[in-house]
């Protein structure tokens, strides 16, 4: 197997577990916003969601961003359109990966604001990011040339 395909094999696999964290992480969050007047299932959930964010979500993106730098140096920055619009959706990804460390810190610090509702509607942002990525990768070939306005029309 060549270099190419082995860092395509693994930034999927650290993709695939990364996105799994922060798709199960908020579901935590929803549980947890709903049970805070119950302390030993309060002190669980912040051992499960630092547990989940420090052995899992955090070392799968870093494995992503460096596969995935891998990748683009194999490719070229250059490779098109697709690949722009892939990093932008990609640092949207981390925006989303940052709220969630910052939501661990409020639950661990009992300052959590937000209610379960609010957790179960951000618990898709990742599904739906992630659906546009892989689209977007499957249908690159068909877009090369494309501009990006032609790009989002696709979708």
Known sequence: MDLYLLFKALHVISVIFWMAGMLY????FVYHASRVENQ???????????????????????ASIVFGAGLIHFVGFD????????LLLVLVLFGYHGFLVG??????????????????????????????I????????YIYYRNLLELLTIF
Do not use: C
């Open 25 to 28: 992480l908020p579901r935590l």
């Open 40 to 62: 030993q299932i309060n002190e669980l959930f912040k051992l499960m969601e630092k547990r989940l964010l420090r052995i899992i979500i955090n070392p799968a993106m870093i």
């Open 79 to 86: 490779a098109g359109i697709w690949l722009h619009v892939k």
């Open 103 to 132: 939501s661990v810190k409020n639950f661990a610090n009992d300052t959590n604001k937000r209610s379960e509702k609010f957790y179960r509607m951000i618990n898709e942002i990742p599904a739906f990011l992630i659906i546009f």
């Open 134 to 141: 892989v689209l977007l990768l499957t249908r690159h070939n």
